[in-house]
T-cell receptor, first 111, second 116 residues
Framework: ELKVEQNPLFLSMQEGKNYTIYCNYS?????LYWYRQDPGKSLESLFV?????AVKQEGRLMASLDTKARLSTLHITAAVHDLSATYFC???????????FGSGTQLTVLP | GAVVSQHPSWVICKSGTSVKIECRSL??????MFWYRQFPKQSLMLMAT?????????EQGVEKDKFLINHASLTLSTLTVTSAHPEDSSFYIC????????????FGPGTRLTVL
């Protein structure tokens, strides 16, 4: 059974600071996603990572994937208040290509 | 492209009644649709996977007689919560997978169900 662990669960940081969210998964997968969820809303797709060493960046967010370590990171650079949200990683598995989600990281960026 | 809608956005119902939630892929044909449930401050939990024209595959612990899924066409799947109880109150999110995108899932906006 695929397990996806995310940490930290809660993160409070000041504007301008950097931080990294970690996502570990237990079995081999060929695809990992990062999503953002605002309160009361559905998921917004941020990144899809397909191969070992993949790195993608969009604004102040950068995601990377190490398939050998089964680890993905979401790095936040110079955080701003607008980044406050819950971030989920999700890993693909199974013949139906199901997604297994991490527990989520609730990020609060303080002024 | 790849827009998924859900209807209704929110619903409040009395205990014991049934509620139907629709999930539509508006601009593509979905080979597979997924239904998730999300309780407050928790992650998304996959409830079931459905393919057009066949029976849904339910995850362990999800009662198939309580959560009826119908996937009658390549653009529509419905989830019916039968005899709803307060513990069924949750945020229900569907996603639709497009075959040409390696089955990438596109998420609907979610339906908030409150059972009184």
């Amino acid at each position: 059974e695929l397990k996806v662990e995310q940490n930290p669960l809660f993160l409070s940081m000041q504007e301008g600071k950097n931080y990294t969210i970690y996502c570990n998964y237990s079995t081999t997968s060929d695809r990992l996603y990062w999503y953002r969820q605002d309160p009361g809303k559905s998921l917004e797709s941020l990144f899809v990572l397909l191969s070992n060493g993949a790195v993608k960046q969009e604004g102040r967010l950068m995601a990377s994937l190490d398939t050998k370590a089964r680890l993905s990171t979401l790095h936040i650079t110079a955080a701003v208040h607008d980044l406050s949200a819950t971030y989920f990683c999700a890993v693909v598995s199974g013949s139906a290509r199901q997604l297994t989600f991490g527990s989520g990281t609730q990020l609060t960026v303080l002024p | 492209g790849a827009v998924v809608s859900q209807h209704p956005s929110w619903v409040i119902c009395k205990s014991g009644t049934s509620v139907k939630i629709e999930c539509r892929s508006l601009d593509f044909q979905a080979t597979t649709m997924f239904w998730y449930r999300q309780f407050p401050k928790q992650s998304l939990m996959l409830m079931a996977t459905s393919n057009e024209g066949s029976k849904a595959t339910y995850e362990q612990g999800v009662e198939k007689d309580k959560f009826l899924i119908n996937h009658a066409s390549l653009t529509l799947s419905t989830l019916t919560v039968t005899s709803a109880h307060p513990e069924d109150s949750s945020f229900y999110i569907c996603s639709a997978a497009r075959l040409s995108s390696y089955n990438e899932q596109f998420f609907g906006p979610g339906t908030r169900l409150t059972v009184l």
